[in-house]
């Protein structure tokens, strides 16, 4: 049984679509009223989306490691951290205070609509097939892109982002927005059905995953500093095979630099604003079925 | 004759492709080197572009007011409104440092390339003329949204912004970089053509302007929060005409609003991120030939 969800919006500040679906159902929340369980809302980062920025001292999506949360600093993000994980978790708790999170993402990448999963339950994967049944554009990227999934979502035993692009940061744009708030009524109609008992075939049909492989960095001159750009003609590429010989990257003196990689994968998050600083350009994953 | 140019990139911190072809000729000034006059290249902001923002405590695109610069205050870029006056200034004398200002932005409106105009000079208009015989995409936005002009370029006695997009903030597209980079050398060589006596037919034919009418504000409730955005159907509509009974914007609950104002204007800046805070969802303007 699903007792409890949380839908968490404006982990990075400045991705609006989250901060104001949040908004809209903290003012009338009958929209996310379901009979068999409770809904939460909650805006993750209230400072970053005052000043809307990503983050105020640091990515507050990447700050629930079990070792960071563990060991809280002073930074704004880390206080959170612990906040958060108080009132939804803790991390890795047999009877954490919710059952699953599902986190509220926009990029500047032509993501379309997308889900990244890095908890990996069957209740989760079981979420993921529903709702690429009930949205045949949806697509699922499982992300091990960092060490340790030290997400949002990792503090409940299930949970997946939504990412929704392109869209510019501070930014929100109405088709976008309303796509995404009917994702997360499909998914709690999805609790709703499985709680009652309902027989769930699109549960259990396999799905087409794009599995992390690789992250690529910009092109950079001696001093770190990026001095190349995403290829005009890898640009918006994202789900699409990549194989050795396509442009890549356009120096800024106007020089291309091809790929030269694994033959048959696919580039994703190509040129996110917020992956500038993270130092990579674009993803490469494999088109698998789970 | 043109004695010295200043080309200003980084005006805002995060809009980047201005940021990087600033520094590009930085490192290699060949390419914007002509015979008969000077060129300068700068970052106008260089603290915002550090910490990728737009500005550190104000918009340095507004503070070149004659006001502001008489009595400067303490804030980072009310101080750096004073370098750049004194380095290419100072606004108002007969003997400026530099003849004509090109200030490079982007924004994630769909303006394509535009220029904003608002330094209104006899040569102002004749460059205006040129780069618009030279590229017959570029559009003209004759801009009158402040009480006055307190853009970077208003302190040479010649100049305007080069504006394009859509682009979010934080980003570097290749296309845009390229096609920013070539109305620069356009520019320059029109300079050069001028300086050496040569006829430039192209200055003296009449181009379309678009002219600013009026600033619209986003709908908001009753703290002054925005509660709707732009309606779909007016999304990426820059330089395109709104009539009377066209969507406007939609509400977070998915009420529609309609124009109610003067037919046959045209709408730009489209949901630029930059404006949510200043109080516009988009800009009204009549097409016009001058």
């Known amino acids: 049984m699903i007792r409890k969800v949380a839908i968490t919006g404006g982990t990075h500040g400045n991705e609006l679509t989250g901060v104001y679906l949040v908004k809209k159902w903290l003012q009338n929340p009958a929209p996310i009223r379901r009979k068999s369980f409770e809904t939460v809302v909650l805006h993750a980062n209230p400072e970053a989306i005052k000043a809307c920025r990503r983050y105020i001292d640091r990515d507050l ?18 206080r959170r951290a612990s906040e958060l994980n108080a009132l939804l978790g803790p991390k890795g708790s047999d009877k954490t205070a919710v059952d699953f999170i599902l986190d509220l993402h926009t990029t500047t990448a032509a993501m379309g609509l997308s889900l990244v999963v890095s908890n990996e339950s069957d209740l ?11 949205e045949p554009k949806l697509r699922v990227y499982r992300w091990k892109g960092d060490e340790e999934d030290a997400f949002v979502d990792s ?26 708030e009917s994702l997360v009524y ?10 009652r008992g309902e027989a769930i075939p699109e549960a259990t049909r396999p799905v087409t995953v794009y599995d992390h492989v690789a992250l690529i960095d910009y092109p950079r001159d001696s001093n ?19 194989m050795p010989g396509d442009p890549l990257f356009r120096k800024l003196d106007g020089t291309e630099i091809f790929y030269e990689g694994e033959p048959g994968l696919c580039t994703l998050f190509v040129n996110e604003a917020a992956y500038y600083e993270k130092g990579f350009a674009m993803t490469l994953a494999r088109k698998i079925s789970v």
Chains 1, 2 share one sequence.
């Open 61 to 78: 999506n990447r700050a629930f490691s079990l070792h960071d949360l563990a060991h809280p600093d002073q930074r704004y993000e880390s």
């Open 124 to 134: 989760t994967w079981e979420a993921v097939r529903y709702l690429c049944a009930h």
């Open 155 to 180: 503090i409940a035993p299930h949970g997946f982002a939504i990412e929704v692009g392109p869209i510019p940061q501070g930014v929100l744009r109405s088709d976008l927005f309303f796509q995404t």
């Open 186 to 195: 499909a998914l709690l109609d999805f609790f709703e059905k499985r709680n």
């Open 224 to 242: 770190g500093d990026i001095d190349g750009m995403v290829h005009e003609a890898r640009q918006d590429r994202d789900f699409e095979v990549i």
